[in-house]
């Protein structure tokens, strides 16, 4: 009898195991043909990207999230998508539904990233660049042969290569279907900014240089008179400078006002770090995009300068350095808990918050900030950790030796190829490429004859 027994709870036990084995087994599979249904989705929707056909990407993406809801990709990529179609609410959305599905914090904070991204350049991809993407259609500069200066030594031994003369140039407009109409020529050059269906650009007017604005088709053309520059943006609007002496901000109807009297530093969300100077000392500052709460946060040497500055949590971490030496700080917002925590002589440095809490610095570039390494380009972004490669010689060979204006805007990546015969420089190539498709896009070449 308890032979038998025995041999009755052997069998029951090894048909357990097997029903068990069987639904690992089909786990297996369905999560694996899950994963490559996912993936194919995924390399659907960005055959659809390349071709701009924006609607058949979209129903893509929608099918890679129904496939795997916990997985951010899709949600990333579906958000430029809007983006690109000039759907801000929309991108969004599909962000915040993104937040709420994936599981690891990794991916919350990607999301949480993208999302702060679109709302802090109101909707812009690239703001402030040569090459700015609003509501589906795209703004860059077309040169002229007379519109560069030539390099002289010193602007060569410094790598400053792109020199723009005083010379009219046009700026172009190209819809979806690849139409382009110019929209404004006069004597401007540089950086396009996008703010409250308004372009603004910086030029050369009868009383020197100024700031331009129009509409998005280029009608409407207006001088801003007393500004210089623009030298950046925020949750609240549009920040401009008068000399470098003051901090200016535009609303969202246009209106001005002056926010702090100092050197701009960079806009953290809807706070603004600046240094203002005195006889003896360089006070490092921060105050609401509103104009209020200004709040002193660390004195200094007189002589003094913050290169970068990077907030994480409730502390701020910048870099500031004299003639001799260069240190990273870090200091509450309150203004309370300075500490110096080490050396930098790159001026420059991306901060990271390990998973133990312990923040970590890389040095030689600021956070998403693209620089050049041996001819090839990497960034430190909020992705990872380590230093992301974005484009390598080979790419560009066929084009020119040397980079200039190299920019980084969520999934693109914008630079200029100098052409050299000899010691002179005879081209430019103006590029962006696709760090998802790796598609490498040359959306303007110039030839330069300096005779």
Same mark, same amino acid.
């Given at each position: 009898?308890?032979?038998? %027994?025995?041999? !009755?709870? =052997?069998?029951?036990?090894?048909?357990?195991?097997? @029903?068990?084995?069987?639904?690992?087994?089909?786990?297996?599979?369905?999560?694996?043909?899950?994963?490559?249904?996912?993936?194919?989705?995924?390399?659907?929707?960005?055959?659809?990207?390349?071709?701009?056909?924006?609607?058949? =990407?979209?129903?893509?993406?929608?099918?890679?999230?129904?496939?795997?809801?916990?997985?951010?990709? =899709?949600?990333?990529?579906?958000?430029?998508?809007?983006?690109? +179609?000039?759907?801000?609410?929309?991108?969004?959305?599909?962000?915040?539904?993104?937040?709420?599905?994936?599981?690891?914090?990794?991916?919350?904070?990607?999301?949480?990233?993208?999302?702060? $991204?679109?709302?802090? %350049?109101?909707?812009?991809?690239?703001?402030?660049?040569?090459?700015?993407?609003?509501?589906?259609?795209?703004?860059?500069?077309?040169?002229? #042969?007379?519109?560069?200066?030539?390099?002289?030594?010193?602007?060569?031994?410094?790598?400053?290569?792109?020199?723009? +003369?005083?010379?009219?140039?046009?700026?172009?407009?190209?819809?979806? %279907?690849?139409?382009?109409?110019?929209?404004?020529?006069?004597?401007?050059?540089?950086?396009?900014?996008?703010?409250?269906?308004?372009?603004?650009?910086?030029? $050369?007017? +009868? $009383?020197?240089?100024?700031?331009?604005?129009?509409?998005?088709?280029?009608?409407?053309?207006?001088?801003?008179? *007393?500004?210089?520059?623009?030298?950046?943006?925020?949750?609240? #609007?549009?920040?401009?400078?008068?000399?470098?002496?003051?901090?200016?901000?535009?609303?969202? +109807?246009?209106?001005?006002?002056?926010?702090?009297?100092?050197?701009?530093?960079?806009?953290?969300?809807?706070?603004?770090?600046?240094?203002?100077?005195?006889?003896?000392?360089?006070?490092?500052?921060?105050?609401?995009? &509103?104009?209020?709460?200004?709040?002193?946060?660390?004195? !200094?040497?007189?002589?003094?300068? @913050?290169?970068?500055?990077? @907030?994480?949590?409730? *502390?701020?971490?910048?870099?500031?350095?004299?003639?001799?030496?260069?240190?990273?700080?870090?200091?509450?917002?309150?203004?309370?808990?300075?500490?110096?925590?080490?050396?930098?002589?790159?001026?420059?440095?991306?901060?990271?918050?390990?998973?133990?809490?312990?923040?970590?610095?890389?040095?030689?570039?600021?956070?998403?900030?693209?620089?050049?390494?041996?001819?090839?380009?990497?960034?430190?972004?909020?992705?990872?950790?380590?230093?992301?490669?974005?484009?390598?010689?080979?790419?560009?060979?066929?084009? #020119?030796?040397?980079?200039?204006?190299?920019?980084?805007?969520?999934?693109?990546?914008?630079? @200029?190829?100098?052409?050299?015969?000899? *010691?002179?420089?005879?081209?430019?190539?103006?590029?962006?490429? *696709?760090?998802?498709?790796?598609?490498?896009?040359?959306?303007? &070449?110039?030839?330069?004859?300096?005779?």
């Amino acid at each position: 009898m308890k032979t038998k %027994n025995n041999k !009755m709870i =052997a069998t029951a036990i090894a048909i357990i195991l097997l @029903v068990i084995a069987i639904i690992i087994s089909l786990v297996f599979v369905f999560n694996k043909t899950g994963t490559k249904s996912y993936d194919s989705k995924l390399e659907e929707a960005q055959s659809y990207v390349v071709k701009m056909d924006y609607k058949k =990407a979209e129903a893509a993406y929608l099918a890679a999230i129904k496939v795997s809801p916990k997985k951010a990709k =899709a949600y990333l990529g579906l958000a430029n998508v809007y983006m690109s +179609d000039g759907k801000e609410e929309k991108a969004i959305s599909i962000l915040e539904q993104g937040y709420k599905n994936v599981d690891s914090k990794e991916d919350k904070q990607e999301i949480l990233n993208k999302k702060n $991204d679109i709302k802090k %350049n109101h909707g812009v991809i690239n703001n402030g660049g040569d090459y700015v993407t609003y509501n589906g259609k795209s703004y860059y500069w077309e040169y002229h #042969g007379n519109s560069f200066r030539h390099p002289d030594t010193r602007d060569v031994d410094e790598g400053n290569l792109l020199n723009y +003369d005083n010379a009219v140039n046009d700026l172009i407009c190209v819809d979806e %279907n690849e139409n382009k109409k110019t929209i404004f020529s006069g004597y401007s050059s540089g950086d396009i900014w996008i703010f409250s269906n308004r372009i603004f650009i910086e030029g $050369d007017t +009868d $009383d020197g240089w100024s700031i331009y604005s129009m509409n998005l088709d280029g009608t409407d053309l207006n001088e801003m008179d *007393d500004y210089d520059y623009i030298i950046g943006i925020c949750d609240k #609007g549009l920040i401009f400078t008068n000399h470098y002496i003051s901090g200016y901000l535009m609303t969202s +109807d246009l209106k001005k006002k002056i926010l702090f009297e100092g050197d701009f530093i960079c806009a953290d969300e809807d706070v603004i770090y600046f240094t203002s100077y005195s006889s003896n000392r360089t006070t490092l500052k921060s105050i609401d995009a &509103n104009g209020e709460n200004e709040t002193t946060l660390v004195q !200094m040497k007189y002589l003094d300068t @913050v290169n970068c500055l990077q @907030v994480i949590d409730k *502390d701020i971490y910048f870099q500031y350095s004299d003639f001799y030496t260069s240190k990273i700080a870090k200091v509450k917002k309150d203004g309370t808990g300075f500490t110096d925590l080490e050396d930098n002589s790159t001026n420059k440095f991306t901060a990271y918050k390990e998973k133990d809490g312990k923040v970590t610095f890389k040095h030689g570039s600021a956070l998403n900030e693209p620089f050049e390494e041996d001819g090839s380009v990497y960034a430190y972004t909020d992705k990872s950790s380590k230093r992301v490669k974005m484009l390598s010689p080979d790419e560009y060979k066929d084009l #020119g030796t040397d980079l200039q204006n190299i920019s980084y805007s969520g999934d693109n990546l914008y630079y @200029v190829v100098i052409k050299w015969e000899g *010691d002179t420089i005879y081209g430019y190539s103006y590029c962006k490429k *696709d760090l998802n498709s790796n598609k490498i896009t040359v959306y303007y &070449n110039i030839d330069v004859d300096w005779a």
